[in-house]
DNA sequence: ACTTGACACGAACGCCGTTCGTTACTAAAA
DNA sequence: TTTTAGTAACGAACGGCGTTCGTGTCAAGT
């Protein structure tokens, strides 16, 4: 508040030097923590740079001194995910269930939060905590007898059958936050069914309302025992061409 | 070219009224095949309502009235790809061997047109020839003594299977695509997990050659065999308690 | 000729991911 | 203490998206 001695009287013309609020410190937990927020209450498509710069209160380039990307950040956020996943302490006894509960854990720990599950289509996830569960799945199945490769194969495949049926359920859920009703678009989809021809579609109009029968996750239960009966029955034939 | 009795003269500060060119049709089909063209030569990024309309040498906007959405877009483009799967003509003695391949043939398909099988992920496809590939599915798997609801769910639940297998590949295709060389990413996976702490992840570190072992369509096959395996265990079952 | 409904399409809306250039801040070096 | 260098923060802008609105054109029916 001391005048240079030499100080002139700034001209009028002159735009005044705006006011600069002090700056915010961010960091990538706290993105990837907002971001997770915004995908739990809102869903994957809420989640925009923009949208999670605007809730910490600043702009989406700010971002970018933390994570390289969006995918960057969804990746970040998928593993946090992964991250309720509950692992087991392995018992050679019980390592089908083990395994199978796994499995079942990791959906569900996917369809708690919409459809982030895309992000585990088409890249292998490598987060601490997919790694984490991802060694401990072939762990059990290690334990099991089932064979090397087929281990190695198997937790990539089972891993992408998990993540297809999260996205799956998530899309429902979706429809519903946009307010329209799942059950009325499976009712549809019945009668729409049932109406086929029958000289053309037989099975299907036969079928129509077993095809209706049943949630998305006792879909997934059905699909994931066929995996594991395969899985199965590969441990068991390595034990006796052993 | 007649004047007017009383014609004045235009005021020369007037824009003179602009040339329309004759207007195009446009049809469904239309708007469909050049969708497929487009994904077929760039990947479904590349299908934009503007994108189509530019190949079309019109607007985006023109596209609305022959389709509701981009979504109905994907679901028309879809179907046509799913015309592409051949249907076998049914052999009680061969269901196994049908019903897998119809499978494959179906991956096959989808996989060659980029992650278009996005669009199977939370809708059930009902084009058609979707309606067409399941009706034979279906009835293969009851030919073959599959119990009613399991052929109801295999549907759905392989059919998911499939398509997650060939979106996956997708993502592959278009990271070449994007100039970034598929190999190069898997060998820098294999790198990471071959080089992860042995103490804290044994499995996966004695493992990680075997998890790069082997083409996406070959763990498809892999996958797919498991999912066969418990189906036909689920007939024996059927027939022995029948 | 006039009316009506459907199609064609430009402009614009609201949104997106990301880059570029500038400013602010801090630690290290001079 | 001042200067320098590197990094973080952030607004503006770029190029793109899906979609709607309003207007004009066209063809069929009255």
Avoid: C
Avoid at 56 to 85: C, M, P, Q, R, W
Avoid at 190 to 216: K, N
């Amino acid at each position: 508040m001391t005048a240079a001695p030499d100080a002139v009287p700034e001209p009028p013309w002159r735009t005044p030097r705006k006011a600069v609020p002090a700056r915010r410190q961010l960091s990538r937990e706290v993105i990837v923590e907002v971001a997770l927020q915004v995908l739990r209450a809102e869903g994957i498509d809420a989640v925009s740079m923009r949208r999670v710069a605007t809730e910490l209160g600043t702009g989406a380039a700010s971002l970018y001194a933390h994570i390289a990307n969006k995918d960057e950040l969804l990746e970040l956020v998928f593993d946090e995910v992964v991250g309720e996943v509950p692992v087991p302490e392995p018992d050679p006894r019980r390592w089908q269930e083990q395994v199978t509960q796994l499995w079942k854990d990791s959906h569900a720990a996917l369809a708690r939060h919409g459809d982030i599950a895309r992000v585990a289509l088409g890249t292998v996830p490598l987060g601490p905590n997919a790694l984490r569960v991802s060694e401990a799945t072939m762990a059990l199945l290690r334990l099991g007898g089932v064979p090397d490769q087929t281990v190695a194969w198997a937790v990539d495949v089972v891993g992408l059958f998990v993540a297809a049926n999260a996205v799956e359920g998530a899309v429902h859920v979706d429809r519903q936050r946009a307010g329209r009703d799942p059950r009325a678009y499976f009712e549809q989809v019945g009668r729409y069914l049932s109406e086929l021809p029958a000289d053309r579609f037989p099975t299907m109009a036969a079928l129509a309302p077993l095809m209706l029968q049943g949630s998305g996750e006792e879909r997934f239960v059905f699909g994931l025992n066929l995996l594991v009966e395969g899985l199965v029955a590969q441990a068991d034939r390595a034990r006796t061409t052993r």
